[in-house]
T-cell receptor, first 114, second 113 residues
Framework: AQKVTQAQTEISVVEKEDVTLDCVYE???????LFWYKQPPSGELVFLIR??????QNEISGRYSWNFQKSTSSFNFTITASQVVDSAVYFC???????????FGSGTRLQVQP | SQTIHQWPATLVQPVGSPLSLECTVE??????LYWYRQAAGRGLQLLFY??????ISSEVPQNLSASRPQDRQFILSSKKLLLSDSGFYLC????????????FGSGTQLSVL
């Protein structure tokens, strides 16, 4: 069975603070992909990153960075110097060979206060 | 470029009424199509996915159904809505394997009263 857990329901920070969103996953497959999506107030989910299970290198894209650790089954997302526009719900998701569709976590609502 | 259209954006329906939500994709062929539901304050639940015309897989047994009459058209239906059907419905598409990223529509906010 697959499962994605985002234990943080809601996080509130002040602009320019760094914030880390946690994601823990469960799967029995050895080949799988992990994703992060952003859902702004408009509702449409926007793809942020995809990482395969064989690549544990951390990735940085501007103010965004992702830390993938197989040993702890975690794929955490850090926003550096947060901005008000980062306010959204962020979803972590998992896809593996046994399923046709992504399994999503319950999401973390991030509020960045000016 | 590929685009996905989903309508209506909002819908208020009485309990027991029928439902039809439509989603179309442009600019790609033979996409995988998905219907997800997001209940208030909760994550995304996969309802249906389709890998081709008339090929529908249901993830959760309920009073909803899906159809794919054309390659790039995906319809979510119900004969009789329940209060518990309220939520935010998202259509999505992808091409290729299950490892490919999803592209989402703008969603439909359904309120069943």
């Amino acid at each position: 069975a697959q499962k994605v857990t985002q234990a943080q329901t809601e996080i509130s920070v002040v602009e320019k603070e760094d914030v880390t969103l946690d994601c823990v996953y469960e799967t029995r497959d050895t080949t799988y992909y992990l994703f992060w999506y952003k859902q702004p107030p408009s509702g449409e989910l926007v793809f942020l990153i995809r990482r395969n299970s064989f690549d544990e290198q951390n990735e940085i894209s501007g103010r965004y960075s992702w830390n993938f650790q197989k040993s702890t089954s975690s794929f955490n997302f850090t926003i550096t110097a947060s901005q008000v526009v980062d306010s959204a719900v962020y979803f972590c998701a998992l896809s593996s060979t046994g399923r046709r569709a992504l399994t999503f976590g319950s999401g973390t609502r991030l509020q960045v206060q000016p | 470029s590929q685009t996905i259209h989903q309508w209506p954006a909002t819908l208020v329906q009485p309990v027991g009424s029928p439902l039809s939500l439509e989603c179309t994709v442009e600019g790609t062929s033979n996409p995988n199509l998905y219907w997800y539901r997001q209940a208030a304050g909760r994550g995304l639940q996969l309802l249906f996915y389709s890998i081709g015309i008339d090929q529908i897989s249901s993830e959760v047994p309920q009073n909803l159904s899906a159809s794919r009459p054309q390659d790039r058209q995906f319809i979510l239906s119900s004969k009789k809505l329940l209060l518990s059907d309220s939520g935010f419905y998202l259509c999505a598409w992808s091409v290729g394997s299950s490892f490919e990223k999803l592209f989402f529509g703008s969603g439909t906010q359904l309120s069943v009263l």
